[in-house]
């Protein structure tokens, strides 16, 4: 088998409790779920830009891997996403925590240059809202 090139980006994963709660969160945040997959254990959604974000059930994993275990304790990742002014960082942040997501720090100024916030999806994986100031 010849080489292409280098290996491209494919997605990010997360491992989450609740798929329908996790595709409605990400969905306000543009990803591209298609509809009815609630119920599945393994769906895939565009990302704003072209990536692919991977939800799968803990179901799903432990179907495959009967040993894993959620992570405990502090986070390990985050994803972020780039809104397209610091006034949307604010909106955007208010929209999900009046929708009831966990709003871990309000939208503020960076030192390093962005409006910045952050919330959590509904498995309490850190979202980070950033526009350059």
Known sequence: MESTGAPRFAFV???????????GFYRRLGVGFPEGVEGEGHVEGELPGGPLLVL?????????????????????SALAFRC???????????????AGYHGELEPWDAFWGQRYAVV????????DLLAPL
Not at 120 to 127: A, I, M
């Open 13 to 23: 994963g997360l491992v989450v409790a609740d798929v329908a709660a996790s595709v």
């Open 84 to 98: 397209g002014s610091p006034a949307e960082v604010d909106v955007l942040y208010g929209e999900l925590t009046g």
């Open 56 to 76: 799968d059930a803990e179901e799903t994993i432990r179907s495959f891997h009967p040993g894993w275990r959620a992570p405990s304790g502090g986070a390990r």
């Open 120 to 127: 959590r999806d509904p498995d309490g994986n850190g979202v």
